[in-house]
């Protein structure tokens, strides 16, 4: 594996790390800013939305800039942020700070992408992009239980402490070994035909298709650990180690997705959705069952991961030859799916659904999702459209 792969990794790592280790160290920056716990999880909300809107806005914006220079930058504003996070006087600064950072991250994940694809042969992008998504999984791993400590052990400023020191590595880490000319193709190309390639139909249903895929997952995932411990009869101090399972299958199931991308792209989009409409439905079989919930935690987190980059393979092969703004709208799309996904799994239990049906909200939104996905790969067959050179 190569040392500019490594560092683009390193990066994913310390952006996946920010935006959820504030969930570990919630009750404290509620409590040392003298706000309520609901007030504080809109730095949680206002991330996302700085990820939906800011990321693909500043993305076009920034399209003619070098692919290293940009990246140094928002390495150089992430780390700044985090330092701001660090030293925020109140709840305002901090979510100002924050939504800062999430503008940076939503940027990167869709200009890393490019740029790694530009550093690997063809037949390894799909190994590569999903190297860069597998910085989310392993800092659910690593970083936020690990940045969770610090926060622990030092109080919660600590954490942003720790999160902006790792970014500067990472940063400097991209200085030096990130080739200067990485993803230059991307730079090239009008605005115009960035917002024109929005609106080819493999773009438009890949947008779809994960918008509907994280609102499936989140409809459950939001509410995991009261359904552990309400619907499995779980004790709560078994939840993490739970959790940390479904990282693992997260993480495994980013780098299968990887080897399926580089197979076949829509047939390997198309069986992972079948997957994952199987899974939810084990897992709603499964939810009174600890034993077999452990298990059928591991696989749906699997399933879960792995569809991210043959979807992100595919915008990138479409969009070739446009691939800021259409490689930036994934985490958009990621992002909104997440929202909807926590609102419809908030309706059904206020009106009066148990945590243990959730899943077959999954069903129902993977088996549309299917759906988007063959009628879209049967149109492209049959109109064979040009595609759009892909970025070397």
Request: aromatic letters at 8%; a positive charge; charged letters at 10%.
């Amino acid at each position: 594996m190569s040392l500019p792969l490594l560092a683009l990794f390193l990066a994913a790592f310390a952006f996946g790390t920010a935006e959820f280790v504030i969930a570990g160290v919630l009750p404290d920056v509620a409590t040392g800013l003298g706000i309520t716990i609901p007030v504080a999880g809109y730095l949680v909300t206002g991330y996302a939305i700085g990820i939906a809107i800011g990321g693909p806005l500043l993305a076009v914006a920034t399209k003619k800039l070098s692919r290293k220079a940009l990246i140094l930058l928002l390495g150089s504003v992430f780390t700044l942020g985090q330092v701001l996070c660090a030293l925020a006087p109140n709840f305002e600064l901090l979510l100002a700070a924050r939504i800062l950072v999430s503008v940076m991250h939503g940027t990167y994940f869709g200009i890393a992408a490019i740029v790694a694809v530009s550093l690997v042969p063809k037949e390894r992008r799909g190994f590569a992009v999903a190297l860069i998504l597998s910085g989310l999984t392993i800092s659910n791993i690593l970083g936020v239980p690990g940045g969770t400590a610090v926060g622990n052990m030092f109080g919660w400023r600590a954490s942003f402490w720790a999160v902006g020191a790792l970014s500067l590595v990472a940063t400097i880490a991209i200085a030096l070994f990130l080739p200067t000319r990485a993803g230059e193709a991307s730079t090239s190309g009008s605005f115009r035909r960035e917002f024109k390639a929005l609106g080819r139909q493999q773009i438009v249903s890949s947008l779809i298709i994960a918008i509907l895929a994280m609102i499936a997952q989140y409809s459950v995932f939001t509410y995991i650990a009261p359904l552990l411990i309400e619907v499995t009869g779980l004790d709560p101090m078994v939840v993490p180690w739970v959790l940390l399972l479904y990282g693992v299958g997260s993480t495994v199931g980013v780098f299968i997705g990887g080897r399926l991308a580089d197979w076949k792209i829509m047939p390997s989009v198309i069986g992972i959705l079948v997957c994952q409409v199987l899974a939810f439905a084990l897992l709603y079989l499964a939810t009174p069952h600890p034993l077999l919930m452990a298990v059928t935690v591991i696989i749906w987190g699997g399933v879960n991961f792995a569809v991210g980059t043959p979807i992100q393979a595919r915008v990138l092969a479409t969009a070739g030859d446009a691939p800021n703004l259409a490689s930036a709208l994934i985490p958009t799309g990621y992002n909104i799916g997440i929202a909807i996904g926590a609102m419809i799994g908030a309706a059904a239990i206020e009106g009066g659904a148990s945590y243990g049906s959730l899943p077959l909200i999954g069903v129902g939104c993977l088996v549309a999702a299917t759906l988007v996905a063959i009628l879209s790969y049967w149109a492209e067959l049959r109109t064979a459209p040009p595609l759009g050179r892909p970025a070397e």
